[in-house]
């Protein structure tokens, strides 16, 4: 039997795929929101909210964090799995990992349409 | 595996070449900005709450101490947005060869520490 760990890399095509869209979704949007916070006559609160009071900057702000989630996963796992030897305490920081990711998307959610 | 492979991590006898720069301080922001996530949506939803929690979000950045940590996680986001855009150029093979990648290295490093520069000048 081969040597397979749980907490290993998944050996595919997909991860290296993922990473690359969610940061050309990530660079549109950092883009796309610094020209629109400089096309501003005045950056306050006022003009800030009334930018994120719209439904499609909100909706393209959770589209971008989600790809951040996303390549933040993969970034991070690599990482950890480079630097992180014993099996058992990789699998523990993944899902750690993994865990707080998930809430950081459900607290974007609360930010953008709970304000 | 052979374990007894010889070894040799003096870290400060190690000379990365230019490429290598970029791709460890790729890295080391990406982890940065994935440490720094919870404080970066704190202050986006304090942008966002109430102009209460803006203006103390804006004074607590006028501080010596948020200035510095608002130009650190800069210069990561800066670094770690040029380096991407490099790589991505790299994976439609732009700058596969040698020469382009020592180059382009030196574009990445530059570009973001003059960004950074710039952007941290005007804030202070």
Not at chain 2, 30 to 52: H, V
Not at chain 2, 98 to 116: H, K, P
Request: glycine share 6%; with cysteine.
């Amino acid at each position: 039997m081969v040597g397979r760990i749980v907490s290993g890399a998944h050996y595919g095509l997909r991860d290296w795929l993922v990473q690359r869209v969610s940061a050309v979704v990530m660079a549109l949007y950092a883009l796309c929101l610094t020209g629109y916070a400089l096309a501003q006559p005045h950056l306050d609160y006022d003009s800030w909210t009334r930018m994120f009071s719209s439904n499609i900057l909100r909706s393209f702000t959770l589209l971008a964090l989600l790809a951040l989630y996303c390549h933040a996963w993969i970034g991070v796992r690599d990482i950890v799995m480079d630097y992180v030897k014993p099996a058992g305490v990789r699998l523990v920081i993944h899902v750690l990992v993994l865990l707080a990711l998930i809430l950081y998307f459900f607290w974007s959610v609360q930010i953008l349409w709970g304000m | 595996m052979n374990n007894r492979r010889p070894k040799f991590l003096a870290l400060h006898q190690i000379k990365l070449p230019l490429p290598g720069v970029v791709s460890i301080l790729h890295r080391i922001s990406g982890a940065l900005l994935f440490i720094a996530l919870p404080l970066l949506l704190w202050m986006l939803q304090c942008s966002l709450r109430s102009i209460e929690t803006y203006t103390r979000l804006t004074d607590a950045l006028q501080q010596p101490l948020g200035k510095l940590v608002l130009i650190a996680l800069l210069w990561a986001f800066l670094h770690h947005f040029c380096a991407g855009i490099r790589y991505l150029a790299i994976d439609l093979q732009l700058a596969s060869s040698l020469g382009r990648a020592r180059s382009s290295s030196r574009w990445v490093l530059a570009v973001s520490l003059a960004l950074t520069a710039s952007i941290g000048i005007w804030l202070w």
